[in-house]
């Protein structure tokens, strides 16, 4: 039996209620950001703001990046061939670090968190589309999770889409340099967000077996 919307929607939110300490490596690449883009922006001067910006995004990206390589190659090993891991991640991880340090325009930072939220729904939506879990699986790959992943998989699309028309939404409606603020605290958003929707997710496979 399926609950009612509400009721899902009050579960979700008492999820948020005594949240576990979060890692402070999710604070680390906001913090490169918020620091250095007005240290940057003072010592390039008021002609090259939107340089100040790229900068200071590409070095907050770069720490992210390496604070969740080891991460991401672990997920692209249960899925591909290690040759294949190696070339799918360098791939993912520099491609953006490149395209941004061609550029000097904020929007194309702003931009490139949309396309992650694009690439990363597009994948878990092919995945539903064929009824398979394997993305689904490299996320939470442990035993008790298995009866979870189709329903897990759907919840990621949907979480994908969520941030991406939030990011399309902020980038619209806030001037560039706040929406600073915002993507420096996406990861502590975005860990709170997931968390509740799986568990989420599990509260509601345990109530209703199929």
């Known amino acids: 039996m399926h609950r009612h919307p509400f009721d899902l929607l009050r579960l979700f939110l008492s999820l948020f209620q005594d949240l576990p300490p979060l890692s402070r490596t999710l604070y680390l690449p906001g913090a490169v950001l918020l620091v250095g883009y007005p240290v940057l922006s003072v010592v390039l001067g008021p002609d090259h703001e939107g340089q100040a910006f790229v900068t200071a995004f590409l070095a907050a990206l770069a720490v992210r990046v390496g604070l969740g390589f080891e991460g991401m ?9 290690t040759a ?31 396309v992650f939220y694009v690439v ?25 999770m298995r009866d979870h992943l189709p329903n ?33 605290m996406l990861p502590v958003l975005g860990h709170m967000v997931l968390r509740a ?8 496979d345990e109530a209703d077996p199929i």
């Open 73 to 81: 190659m672990r997920r692209m090993l249960n899925r591909y061939a």
């Open 84 to 114: 294949q891991a190696v070339l799918f991640a360098l791939g993912f991880a520099l491609l953006p670090m490149l395209v941004l340090a061609a550029v000097d325009d904020p929007v194309w930072c702003q931009r490139m968190q949309s």
């Open 120 to 144: 990363i729904g597009g994948v878990f939506l092919i995945d539903v589309i064929q009824g398979k879990t394997a993305t689904a699986a490299s996320f939470w790959p442990d035993r008790e």
């Open 152 to 184: 897990l998989t759907r919840m990621m699309v949907v979480y994908n889409i969520a941030f991406l028309l939030l990011n399309e939404t902020l980038i619209r409606t806030l001037d560039a340099s706040h929406w600073l603020l915002f993507w420096a």
């Open 197 to 204: 929707l799986v568990l989420t997710v599990i509260n509601l």
